[in-house]
């Protein structure tokens, strides 16, 4: 059979693909064009923990919550931080900023320990210290964090982006201590933790880069929309083919790509928040070498504006099921001929594909907001503790 090697690995053809793809919507050739059929009504796992997780009881009003970051970096862990920051202020949530970039060397330990005594705070939440932020001139330890905690007593959530490597796992276990649980958006890459104390401390959601005042709804446009790095050899194979099947069939592809372990452009920044409202579908490419397949951020943003998710998939791994429900919240694929045929569906089918993404919207503000997520997170952490 005819293969594709790229640097990342060895991709079976479509074929092959496609003999393992269980996709209910292939095995039958055929779309629902109302969708009333293919809605289960079920809730993913995700949203039925909350549910049951009794978060109504937590105190939004009893939350101090003190964000650490370096400020002076706009970069991919810089933008979620602020995007919580600025939410939980919207609720009324007492918070307060410690921005690292303001102390240069671990003389002014001291200086940091006294400014976050006095706020106090009931949740520390910063960024995972790991590859994507090494810019930092000032990196965080442990002992500096467990001080706060001990005269505190509060609650220590630290945020996570890459740790599908091993190198990214080593930052994480020399968090373990310190962290009361880890925010995540892969339960892919927790489920390969090996260490079951750790894996319980992950607390996994859905949060966005995008701001809620960057989220513009607007008129969608013919287009597909791909956004991140693309250095990885197997994501220019699937680009490759996605700008030849959207030509075809009379759309177009955007790309949008970030450094994002440099700061941002503001104008790059403007080109992608016009660019991701006004496109109709935004593909997700997971695949990282042969063996791995993880959930990207940036698809979060895609639903945040409500265009349609397109997501890889890779064998029995499906990324977003544990936050939402397939063809109810989005459409995935696992080869070129099952993007094809959903190019050609959503052709055909517009305002289904519109609605969609309209409901994947509407679904994530609901069960995922900024203010279940504090109770969900208070709830967690109280039970860790």
Known sequence: M????????????????????????FCENKLDNTFNNITSGELPELARNILESGFESANLNEMRILFIYDN???????????????????????????????????????????YALDFSPTIIIFALHGNLNQDSKYLLSVDFILK????????????????WRDSDLSFVQYWKNAATLFLHIDPIAVKRIEDVDL?????????????????????????????????????????????????NRNMKLVLIIFNYHKPKSRSNWSSYIDNLSKSLVGVSLTQKSNSHALVTGRIFDVISVGSL????????????SYFYNEYEHYLSFRCLCEIEQIIDWISLNVNSAKHIGAASRKFNNFHYSPERLWKYLYIKSKQLE
């Open 2 to 25: 005819e293969k594709f090697a790229g640097k990342s690995g060895v991709y079976p053809s479509n074929r092959e693909l496609l003999s393992f793809s269980q996709h209910k919507i």
């Open 72 to 114: 002076s970096i706009a970069n991919a862990t810089s933008e979620p931080l602020e995007n919580l920051r600025t939410s939980s202020q919207f609720l009324g949530v007492s918070t307060c900023l410690l921005d690292i970039s303001e102390y240069s060397n671990e003389k002014n330990d001291l200086k940091m320990l006294n």
């Open 148 to 163: 706060i905690k001990k005269n505190t007593g509060s609650t220590v959530a630290i945020v996570c982006f890459d740790i």
């Open 199 to 247: 894996e319980k401390k992950f607390l996994l959601w859905p949060f966005p880069a995008l701001q809620a005042s960057e989220r513009p709804i607007i008129a969608k446009q013919n287009n597909l929309i791909f956004s991140g790095s693309i250095k990885e050899q197997d994501r220019r194979f699937w680009l490759r083919n996605l700008s030849r099947i959207a030509k």
């Open 309 to 320: 998710v397109l997501q890889q998939e890779m064998g029995n791994k499906k990324p977003l």
